[in-house]
């Protein structure tokens, strides 16, 4: 008797986590931009500008005009998407930005400013649960100031220290930080 109920309970647990398996999304992998494309959240061109950048895939919504994900020319412009899609109900499965522990960047000076080079292939993505942020440096991307994100947490730091600002963990952006830069 023991045996069979064992069995059973065994069997039960197998069909249930094949049905969750099922069920279980996979989550959207970044993509390469080409450049020419305009940021969803203030339509400038993608690659005309500085900086980091980012993608955003939600679950049951997509941008107006072309497949997921949607695009931006900033980090600040991917927040304040997120922050208003939010508030109309949308749902992100994952938001991807330039990690810049991941490849070669430069700060350069144009015109009297500080400017951090852009960097647009897939594999210069990582998500935000595995990104920290430097908030207020003395650096510019597209939007102005630039919000900086690092897979690495000591590269973070060390540009923190180099070029000003503090570091955050990316997912703990705020509304009223992302509006200050």
Known sequence: MDATLSRRELLGATALGLLAGCQRQTTPEPVTLDGT???????????????????????????AGHDPPARFCSTVCTYRHRFQTEQRGWTPTVTYLTDYSSVDSDVRETDGTAVLTQ??????????SDLTVVVGADVEGAMGPALVPFGEADDATAFAEEHGGQTVAATDLSREAVERE
Request: glycine share 10%; charged share 15%; net charge negative.
């Open 37 to 63: 494309e305009s940021c969803d959240q203030c339509g400038m061109v993608i690659g005309q500008q500085s900086g980091p950048v980012g993608e955003t895939y939600y679950e049951d919504n997509s941008p």
């Open 119 to 128: 960097h647009l292939d897939a594999s210069a993505f990582a998500p935000t």
